[in-house]
């Protein structure tokens, strides 16, 4: 059984709306109670769990942070709230939500005609189809404003040729948000491609240590062919990727915080329960410092969580902000599941015990939707006016 939550040290809980709260409520009981028992062993054989899907559509979470369409309408905390409250019990199904709702969907809501706002975004916020997102290629991660995928204009459509890697829910994605260069114009443009498409393949990447749940492909298209109608008119050069990607990064920066809450629970209620030495292991000062350190990184990540939030909901939130943070939250979050896993000991390395699953599942993160680097540099571009993303000539 999932520990019940302790980690709101500073009332936190006070800080949210009703509505905020009402989110947490319903994504932490359906997590605890239906999610948590069966996502161990989904996670040792690497394979998604389709049975999760329509629970987490009825959450009504997808699409959350949208406007009509058949989304929620959520406020950024709130959805925020959920992100963190779906990765406190298993990174992964955060992350399948994030890669759907923050970026694919939020890419089409932001930069999508009213047309395709219509027609995809009702049946993705159900969770009915599922979306992925692809920028990153096989020899353009950090570097992806380099990428080199083709979009060549034909007679009414585009021909799509190129290779993506790591796309998150790709191997079963109905509908796939693809960047690629313009090679008219050398700029990026975006496009939504369908999964039968001609010339469209997408073969799952083996042996991950972390978010093994998650289905990352990598993408090959030959030849795809896509309609007039379902390029993204918004998507005209990286920058607009770079729009989502601030936004999502907020997102982003609340999975360590959920998974640093699931850690925090189960070491506390761990240290009370397994004796040595005759005393609980919570009775040892070392492991009360290690217990308050994880506690007081949290009660950190929270504020600064939500201020990004409040942020970004008053329109003032810079791409240098949701930079730092992403990365200062999951390098804090990296010492909070580290420390944890010491604490368990033995028990700290074996997924029954959660938190090894918790410690593995954070390192993709610390590492995608930008670098702990390369977030670090779009903060240091924005504060100091010096891009510093390439070597000195
Ligand atoms: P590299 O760019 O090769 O970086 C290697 C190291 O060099 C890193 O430590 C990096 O910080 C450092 N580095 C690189 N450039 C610089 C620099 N200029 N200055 C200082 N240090 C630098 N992408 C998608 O498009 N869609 C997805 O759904 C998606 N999901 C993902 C899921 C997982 C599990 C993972 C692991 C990745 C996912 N990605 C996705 C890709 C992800 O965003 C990239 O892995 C990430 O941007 C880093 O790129 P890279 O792996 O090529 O590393």
Known sequence: VFPPSVSDYYQFDDLLT??????RKRVRECMEKEVAPIMTKYWEKAEFPFEVVPKLGALRVAGGGIKGYGCPNLSITANAIATAELARVDASCSTFILVHSSLAMLTIALCGSEAQKQKYLPSLAELKTVACWGLTEPDYGSDASALRTTARKVEGGWILDGQKRWIGNSTFADILVIFARNTSTNQINGFIVKKDAPGLQA????????????QNGDILMKKVFVPDEDRLSGVNSFQDTSKVLAVSRVMVAWQPIGISMGVYDICHRYLKERKQFGAPLAAFQINQQKLVRMLGNLQAMFLIGWRLCKLYESGKMTPGQASMGKSWISLKARETVSLGRELLGGNGILTDFLVAKAFCDLEPIYTYEGTYDINTLVTGREITGIASFRPAA
């Open 18 to 23: 009703a509505e905020e709260q009402a989110v």
């Open 203 to 214: 073969t799952k990447i083996e042996n991950k240590i972390g978010l093994r749940i998650v």
